[in-house]
Structures are given as structure tokens and as C-alpha cells.
């Protein structure tokens, strides 16, 4: 598929490469990327040989945030045009509140390899991924605070869950710039690697969690896991248990007890 602002590329392992694609603009967000970016996750969910997402930016850059050129010359955030009924009743469905909401609902793998600065929206892509690796020379700028709002892309109901309450508060409102390392070291990433590695490293990432757990498996363990946030013990003990029920009738449950018999490696049938 053909898209104005993102390029994607799906290799024969069913990784699926996805660049944000906007140098000239710094690949900042805009409307039609956004509706881009929801129509390629969709199609990934759908499509059964789509395995692991990985999300990048061309260039130098991972995502530059919003249009900050143009909001100072509005002299206020930017919203979409014309919102619909449902975006008004439902915001977490319209713009960047829905990338980063569809993101963190893909029921497959998602990895940020953030290559360059990830600032204010660009940083809510990111947390919407399940892991999140950086280059060494990129930034992370929360920043939304010294622009006098507050991050509304869903990055602020998600970061207390990636990395604690304390953390999240002191990073967003003093909306301070982190180096590769300073993310690292409020486990905002889980590691660091050299610029020229960083593609390879999310490929071994995603090939891991391909070639060791069938996709049925995979799916139903991010579903349980991500309904099981927030809820009573109990409660995420029941959907782990549904969720079991449900991979131990598959075939790949028994392959997967075959080969680990047969010392040999298993083969997927997705089903």
C-alpha cells in the first residue's frame, strides 16, 4: 500500500517495518499522516502474515511532535478541522489520541526504534509501543508543559504504567529534554545502541518473539497482559485464565510441546 507520509516495507518473517516519513517537515504529525498511521496498524491486525511491528523515522529524526511552527502562528495547539460527532463523544478516536490508543490495542508486537529525537507527540508514539530501544544520539523531549498544555496524545495515561508515578510527574512537568541514556535510566527505553545498530537491534527483537512464540500465543498474551492493567488481582488472574483456554486448543500449543520434546525448532502454523 501507498501512503504520503509513512513508507512501509514487510519482509518474508512478517516484520513490518513502518518509517515516519516527513524530513522537510521534520516528521512532525500532521492530520493525514495520523490517518495513515491508523490505517497501516489496522491493515497490520488484519493481515495474519504481519507478525512484529517496528516504527522509525527517516532521517535523523524519530517524530519532531506537532506543527510548532504553525501553532505559534495560530497561537494555539492544533486540533483537526471539523471534528466529528463521535471524535466529540469519544476523543481517544480522533488524531493522535487514536495512533497512540490503536498502537497500544495492536494485538501484535510493536517496537519503537527511536533513531533520533522524539519530541512531544513523537514521544507518545513511542510509549504506545510494547518496547521501545533508542539510538545514542537520540532525545526525548516530554515537553508539552513549557508549550503552557498538557500531553493529550495518551502518552499521560500511559507513562505512570511505563515507568511509575514519581518519574512520570517530574519528567512531564518540568518537560524536560532526557538524553538516550537519561531515558534509559528512568526505564523509559530498555536499551541504548549504536546509531548504525539500532535497525538491526529491533529486527533481532522482533525475530525473537517470531521464531520462540507462536502468533496466536503472542496476541493473546499482550491482550491479557494490557487488560490486566489497572484491574483488581483478581480480575487480570481471570482474563489470563480465558486467555489460556484459548492458546492451549491451538495447534501451535502442541507444536510448540513437540519440538521443545524433539529438541528441534518449531514451525508456526498460526493456528
Known amino acids: 500500500m501507498s501512503y504520503q507520509y509513512i513508507r512501509v516495507e514487510q519482509d518474508d518473517h512478517g516484520v513490518v517495518l513502518l518509517t515516519i516519513d516527513d524530513p522537510a517537515a521534520k516528521n512532525a504529525v500532521n492530520w493525514a499522516m495520523n490517518a495513515e498511521l491508523v490505517q497501516e496498524f489496522e491493515r497490520i491486525e488484519r493481515d495474519p502474515t504481519a507478525r512484529a511491528l517496528i516504527i522509525t523515522g527517516s532521517g535523523t529524526i ?18 483537526p478541522p471539523d471534528p466529528t460527532l463521535r471524535e466529540e463523544l469519544f476523543p481517544f478516536e480522533a488524531d493522535i489520541r487514536k495512533v497512540v490508543v490503536d498502537l497500544r490495542r495492536l494485538s501484535k508486537p510493536a ?5 533520533g529525537p522524539a519530541i512531544g507527540s513523537g514521544i507518545g508514539i513511542a510509549a504506545g509501543c510494547d518496547i521501545r530501544i533508542a539510538s545514542a ?9 513549557r508549550r503552557g498544555i498538557v500531553p493529550d496524545d495518551a502518552s499521560l495515561a500511559l507513562m505512570p504504567q511505563l515507568i511509575g508515578y514519581a518519574k512520570a510527574y517530574e519528567w512531564g512537568v518540568t518537560g524536560r529534554t ?7 535510566d528512568i526505564g523509559f527505553v530498555s ?9 538491526e537491534r529491533a529486527r533481532a527483537l522482533a525475530m525473537e518473539i517470531i521464531v520462540n512464540v507462536p502468533p496466536i500465543t503472542a496476541q493473546a498474551f499482550k491482550l491479557a497482559l494490557t487488560e490486566a ?12 485464565e480465558r486467555a489460556q483456554r484459548v492458546v492451549r486448543e491451538t495447534r501451535d500449543h502442541h507444536e510448540a510441546l513437540k519440538a521443545y520434546a524433539e529438541k ?8
Do not use: H, Y
Open 62 to 79: 524519530f517524530c519532531s511532535g506537532g506543527n510548532i511552527r504553525r501553532m505559534t502562528a495560530e497561537g494555539k495547539s492544533l486540533e
Open 111 to 115: 517496537i519503537a526504534a527511536v533513531n
Open 137 to 145: 544520539r537520540s532525545r526525548f523531549g516530554w515537553v508539552f508543559t
Open 178 to 184: 532526557l538524553t538516550a541514556d537519561q531515558a534509559r
Open 191 to 199: 536499551e541504548v545502541v549504536e546509531p548504525e545498530r539500532l535497525l
Open 229 to 240: 492493567l489497572g484491574r483488581p488481582l483478581e480480575d487480570g488472574v481471570r482474563i489470563a
Open 264 to 271: 528441534r525448532p518449531p514451525v508456526w502454523q498460526g493456528r
